[in-house]
Structure formats: structure tokens, C-alpha cells
């Protein structure tokens, strides 16, 4: 995934800029970057690898190298950015978060009609942001150039453009999968992903753009370039999961539907009788706490945290590129508290079951301090389907996630044309598929949040919301 904070103002903005993009943090742990423009000096640009130090090590002098009253940073999953762009738009700044599915195509077709060129990184590969400035130029201005990019790439595209001159191009992606939002202060303008970002830094919301609008963003203000479209599927898992908790998109934050997914959870236990004998509900941290907080607020079962991640050094456990140093390092993390685990029942409540390969060895871990019983539920549906509008957590096949793995054990390619009677718990194939779940990784009950139940916690209508991974339908 990843995600960008930008600023253009009548004074230096720099350090706004620096602890803005580090607000970002939690949406990308490989490459991080700044670009600024400075009257004097124009555009700057440094780019550092954030795999094994945060983004505010390695950028914490850049007040020092950089100065301007127009900047950006991102944070990014993906290719090295922002980019430095000279064509005939002019010299600017671009950043890209999203995906794009036919890259090759594109850059097949691109060479293959012009006498251009790519520089290529190690093995070949184009960078996608590269690519995505390559489209744009194509046309004589940055909307139209905006607009005939998103039309061709098959993903996602949210763009962030600083001109020379210090004004931004904010585009967000054509179906707006992903949010931008505006603030405003006195002298400034700001561009960004996370709302909380813009908020402490003094910035008021001023306007969240809608699917594939695209606005020129200066200090005095905003002048569209490009009306929103009509329809929207902006992703569920923005609340369910890597949406940061103080955030709110399209009006809905982010703390608050999960206290109310928790709770839906706990009265459809209740409903079936499945709440019994439980003594602590707990979070799977830390995204499954606030899921964990509404069940436990619902159904008066008292919460706790039977064991705590040992985060100082470690933040975030999937940082390491090796499978086998990043379950390692979640294992290391998990520091119990005997006394809330010895002998309890315990349900717990995690954001989403991917793969399962942590989850197993937490499970294992619980019962070897002592845990009575383990049970588990999933504060979303069962995933049936890899991701194609993002790169956030993407399966690279469908059969890497649990569910569609179980499903193939059962009945082999004839299952997969049931996926929506295995998703659904009241059905035979629902059933089965939940206690071999159960079986594998030795939960003593296992409940998936139900469609409905995600959308009504949301509470956006049902049109407007992307729900590919769980129903396939587009």
C-alpha cells in the first residue's frame, strides 16, 4: 500500500511536512521519500529504504537538507518515491499509491509507439510511479494526462503532483478505492490519506475528494480540474484493518466502526448461544483490540489482555522480507500474562484470518501458557479472494489464503463454485468449512463477522463499498 502528506504554504513547511508523512507510517514499511520546492532553489528530492529503521530515523535532519513552502513525502510498499519529473508539463514531483495489474502491457504498447524510454531497475522492472508520469505526459495537460492514465491502468492510481512553482495536482484513484482529504490552516493548504495527519498539525478539513476528481491545490485554495464520478467502491478494509483508528473517511472514523463490528459479533453469538462460558474477550493485537472492545462492551463479557506485543524494537512484525524472520519476530513479541491466561476460556477477536500461519503459532503459544480453551473470531468475512485494486497484504495466488485452501481439501475445483455456501455459517458448506479451521489450528469455536454485519458497522451504503475479497463481485 502507502500513503502520501503533501503541503503548499506561503512559508517553510518542511517540518509540517516530515511529522505529516511519519503520521503514515503504519502503510508502508519499504521505501520512504520528500520532495520539496523552494523559490530559490526549486525542486529536491531524497529517497531512503525503510525496512530495517523507521521513516523519522532516516529522515529526522531533513529540515537541514531541504527547505521550501511547498513539499511532500510518501510512504510506500512499493518503487522508490517521489520521483523527479522533467517533460513538456514542466519539472515536477510524483507520487502513486495503488496498483497497477497491467504494467507490462502498458509499457509494451509505450515503447513499442514511441522512440522513449524507461530507466530500468534490477531485473528490468519499471517503476511504477515512472510509468504512471510517462502516461500523463502524453497529453497537454496534467488532468487530461491524469484521466487518460487511470482510464488505461487496470488497479488503482491515487496521484500526488508538485509543480514547479510550489502548487499541488491532487488526483484521487478513478473509482476512489482509497481517500484524499484537503486542509486548510491561515496560510497553508494541506493534501493527505490520514485525516488525524492534517489534524494535529492545525489544519481544518476542508474537502475530501471524491472517485477520479482531481483538483489544483495552492496556499489561497482549490480549483477543481475534474468533477468527481458518480460511482464509488472505496475499501472495506480501510475500517476493518490498516485504516489507522483516529481516522475517518467519507464520515465514518475508523475507532468507532469497530467498536460497532465487535458488537455485532457478540449479539450474533448471543443469538446462538455461542457466548458461553467465556471469561476474558480479547483482542488479536493491535487491530483486533477495538473489534475486541465492542464484543466485550456488547455482551458484558469483561475484556483483558492476556498477553502484550513488545513493540519498542520491533513495531511492526511483517517489516523483515524473510517469512521465517518475520514469524519469528512475532513470536518474540508476544510477552503473556500468566494469571489472565492460566485456565481461562478466552475468545478472541482478530481483524481478518489471510493465511493463518501467526495465528496457528499464537494459538499454540496461549495453550502452552496454560489456556483453557481457545476461541476465535473474525472481525470480517472469510477472505475468498486476493486483492487486484491494491497492494496492501496482497495474496499473490487465491490458494495462499486459508479459506480457499480448505475449500480446495474439500471439494477440490468444484468447491470453488460454492464459495458464497461457504461463506455463509448457516449453511452445510459454511459448517464445514469452520470446523476445519477449527481442527487446523485448534480453536475450540471459530465465527466470521457476515457481509451484512461488516456493512451495516460501517454504515455507507453497500454500492459504494469495494467487497471483492470476500464476494468477488467487482
Not at 291 to 303: K, L, M, T
Not at 397 to 423: C, K, P, Q
Request: aromatic share 10%.
Amino acid at each position: 500500500m502507502g500513503g502520501f502528506f503533501g503541503i503548499t504554504s506561503k512559508e517553510n513547511c518542511i517540518s509540517d511536512v516530515f511529522f505529516g508523512t511519519d503520521y503514515h507510517s503504519h502503510l508502508g514499511t519499504h521505501r520512504a521519500g520528500m520532495a520539496a520546492y523552494d523559490d530559490e532553489i526549486g525542486l529536491q528530492r531524497e529517497i531512503h529504504n525503510i525496512e530495517n529503521s523507521q521513516f523519522k530515523t532516516k529522515f529526522e535532519r531533513i529540515t537541514e537538507k531541504m527547505t521550501g513552502r511547498a513539499a511532500m513525502g510518501c510512504i510506500s510498499d512499493g518503487n522508490p518515491q517521489p520521483l523527479l519529473i522533467r517533460s513538456k508539463l514542466g519539472t515536477y514531483a510524483i507520487c502513486v499509491i495503488g496498483i497497477i495489474n497491467n504494467a507490462k502491457d502498458i509499457i509494451e504498447n509505450f515503447l513499442s509507439n514511441s522512440c522513449d524510454h524507461f530507466d530500468a531497475m534490477t531485473g528490468g522492472r519499471i517503476n511504477d510511479t515512472e510509468l504512471v508520469a510517462a502516461l500523463i505526459n502524453q497529453k497537454p495537460t496534467f488532468e487530461e494526462g491524469i484521466a487518460f492514465a487511470q482510464d488505461i491502468i487496470e488497479g488503482t492510481a491515487s496521484i500526488l503532483i508538485l509543480k514547479d512553482g510550489g502548487n499541488f495536482i491532487a488526483a484521487r484513484d478513478k473509482m476512489g478505492r482509497l481517500p484524499i482529504l484537503i486542509g486548510k490552516n491561515e496560510n497553508s493548504m494541506c493534501v493527505t490519506f490520514e485525516s488525524f495527519a492534517y489534524e494535529k498539525l492545525g489544519y481544518e478539513a476542508e474537502a475530501e475528494l471524491g472517485p477520479g476528481e482531481i483538483l489544483e491545490v495552492s496556499p489561497d485554495g482549490i480549483k477543481q480540474l475534474k468533477a468527481p464520478g458518480k460511482e464509488m467502491r472505496i475499501c472495506s478494509f480501510l475500517w476493518t484493518y490498516y485504516g489507522y483508528p483516529t481516522s475517518t473517511y467519507e464520515g465514518v472514523n475508523v475507532e468507532v466502526m469497530r467498536y460497532k463490528n465487535g458488537a455485532i459479533m457478540a449479539e450474533n453469538d448471543k443469538a446462538l448461544g455461542k457466548d458461553k462460558n467465556i471469561e476474558f474477550v480479547c483482542g488479536v493485537p493491535d487491530s483486533g483490540t477495538p473489534h475486541a472492545i465492542g464484543y466485550s462492551n456488547r455482551s458484558h463479557i469483561p475484556f483483558a489482555r492476556p498477553y502484550i506485543k513488545y513493540t519498542p524494537t520491533w513495531s511492526r512484525s511483517f517489516m523483515p522480507i524473510n517469512q521465517g524472520d518475520r514469524n519469528k519476530i512475532a513470536r518474540m513479541k508476544q510477552i503473556p500474562v500468566y494469571d489472565l491466561i492460566k485456565d481461562k476460556n478466552l475468545l478472541f477477536v482478530d481483524d481478518s484470518i489471510v493465511r493463518g500461519t501467526q495465528l496457528r503459532e499464537t494459538v499454540e503459544f496461549l495453550y502452552a501458557s496454560g489456556a483453557k480453551s481457545v476461541h476465535m473470531r473474525s472481525a470480517c468475512p472469510p477472505i475468498m479472494y486476493g486483492c487486484k485494486y491494491l497492494n496492501f497484504s496482497r495474496a499473490t495466488s487465491d490458494m495462499e489464503l486459508i479459506a480457499r485452501r480448505v475449500v480446495d481439501e474439500l471439494e477440490g475445483a468444484e468447491g470453488f463454485n460454492h464459495l458464497e455456501e461457504y461463506s455463509d455459517a448457516n449453511t452445510q458448506r459454511g459448517k464445514k468449512l469452520r470446523q476445519v479451521i477449527c481442527d487446523k489450528f485448534n480453536f475450540d469455536s471459530l465465527e466470521f463477522q457476515s457481509l451484512e454485519g461488516l456493512i451495516e458497522s460501517i454504515g455507507i451504503e453497500p454500492c459504494k463499498l469495494c467487497t471483492y475479497c470476500w464476494n468477488g463481485k467487482e
